[in-house]
């Protein structure tokens, strides 16, 4: 089976010229429980809490049920985490769904999961924190009236130009600015709840008089709404991308999400709180950037654009993780695996996903990417939730130090069913189609490319130019 043939430490690859440095860069086990957790929230408190509010409140049509719907994002995210954390105990490598599919379902799904994932997931999830800093950044300049698009959308081109920069040339230096930008997330939201608290003290509670009125009943609706929840939930399968870096995977992984995952939903919670006290819920879905709507408009622009950058950095940062290593299984091409010769940054992988990042953020806006987003990233994600629970009534012989209780996957799977359906059975659109026939074209490259290794000879020599070009060349040992 798949899972017999699991590749160890020891396979051609972790000895060849190719990727033995990385390798063995990759393989120390640095993330203790702290890290971790830090890892998990850093990544979810991004852009999401600032911009989705007043769309979840758009589709689900009153406070309290908005507030049932971040409720239950949070628990979702808790039962997909709690899931994802028995695979890592199992298949103990770095990857998250690409390296989960591959071994239990194999080379195909994997490949076009890899496919989807390094030209149209990651690039949209970049492109949608961008377009959130952008918002924020630009909002105090136009005081009273909404930002012209030209003017976002050429703010957050410029933001995605500036991050492929710092993270091509240092490293350190981009890991430097993801942990000082994450002070700045933590503290602008701190802000906004107490101030919540405040005028809730106060007597401002206008907004929760008569809360159910008016709710939205159609399950499209609802399926809407969850997409711009859990968008703001996304990163909770963050740590599931470096399990061969933590130290005691087995322990480390299921405490770091039983942890950071609750902390998360109970500040989002709070914050929304904060926001119905401070605004009408008319007040609310009136306003493009919610949190600077609030109030104290310079100060929370200014942490909310600081947050967001850092929060795109962190995802532009990691986001070549699942490039490199579809690329060391031979299912992406061997220049997204190399790294520069002085600067040793996987380049050419941030440079494409930048290339892909600035054409989405051209052609869509921020609610259109976070839908397309969240229907491919629940898919895949039903998918791997399918493979747990396959391993589950299959192969329960396998080693594993944690186990999920199997009604908690079921849960996962019948929620990623409900939303990748939900919005294509009640309010149908052509770009789901599209989507769907995108991840479908893979198969027109899997089988010559892949699967019969059909490879032109121009192909080589496109390479070799691109590595003479942007100066990278194989990982080597000199690379640690």
Not at 78 to 101: C, N, P
Not at 182 to 204: D, E, F, H, R, Y
Request: charged residues 10%.
């Amino acid at each position: 089976s798949a899972m017999r043939k699991r590749k160890t430490t020891d396979s051609p690859h972790s000895s060849t010229d190719l990727s033995e440095g990385k390798e063995k860069l990759r393989l120390r086990q640095e993330v203790g429980l702290i890290s971790g957790v830090s890892l998990i929230a850093g990544t979810m408190i991004g852009s999401g809490i600032f911009m989705s509010p007043e769309w979840v409140l758009h589709h689900m049509g009153n406070p309290a049920s908005s507030l049932l719907i971040w409720a239950a994002c949070g628990l979702l995210a808790m039962f997909g985490a709690l899931s994802y954390a028995e695979l890592g105990t199992i298949i103990k490598e770095s990857g998250g769904e690409y390296i989960y599919i591959l071994r239990i379902f194999g080379p195909f799904p994997a490949f076009l999961f890899a496919y989807t994932s390094v030209i149209l997931v990651r690039p949209a999830g970049l492109a949608a924190v961008c377009l959130s800093f952008a918002e924020y950044a630009v909002a105090p300049f136009y005081p009273g009236c909404s930002s012209p698009q030209v003017v976002v959308k050429c703010t957050a081109a410029a933001c995605i130009l500036l991050l492929t920069i710092i993270n091509c040339l240092n490293v350190r230096l981009a890991t430097s600015i993801m942990n000082i930008f994450t002070a700045a997330k933590l503290l602008a939201l701190l802000v906004i709840v107490v101030g919540g608290l405040v005028l809730l003290a106060k007597g401002q509670t206008q907004s929760f008089q008569n809360a159910f009125q008016d709710t939205t009943a159609g399950i499209g609706g609802v399926g809407v709404a969850f997409y711009q929840g859990l968008w703001s939930y996304d990163g909770w399968n963050n740590l599931n991308y470096v399990t061969e870096e933590l130290k005691k995977p087995e322990v480390t992984l299921p405490r770091a999400v039983m942890i950071a995952i609750p902390l998360v939903t109970c500040l989002y919670l709070l914050v929304n709180v904060s926001y119905l006290a401070a605004m009408t819920p008319a007040e609310l879905l009136s306003s493009g950037a919610v949190a600077v709507t609030w109030g104290w408009a310079w100060l929370i622009s200014l942490s909310v654009a600081l947050s967001t950058f850092g929060s795109s950095n962190g995802t532009f940062f990691s986001g070549g993780r699942v490039c490199y290593i579809a690329a060391r299984e031979g299912h992406m091409p061997d220049i997204l695996s190399m790294a520069h010769v002085r600067c040793l940054t996987p380049s050419p992988a941030l440079l494409f996903t930048s290339a892909m990042s600035l054409i989405m953020i051209i052609s869509g806006s921020f609610t259109s990417i976070v839908n397309f987003f969240s229907f491919i990233a629940w898919l895949f994600y039903g998918m791997t939730i399918s493979g747990l629970l396959y391993l589950k009534i299959k192969k329960p012989e396998l080693p594993r130090s944690y186990k999920v209780p199997i009604f908690i996957p079921i849960i996962v799977l019948m929620a990623a069913v409900y939303l990748v359906l939900a919005p294509i059975v009640d309010q149908p659109q052509i770009e789901m189609l599209y989507i769907v026939l995108f991840v479908l074209s893979g198969i027109i490259l899997y089988f010559p490319l892949i699967r019969f290794k059909c490879h032109p000879r121009f192909l080589q020599r496109v390479t070799l130019h691109l590595q003479l070009f942007l100066e990278v060349a194989p990982a080597t040992r000199d690379a640690n």
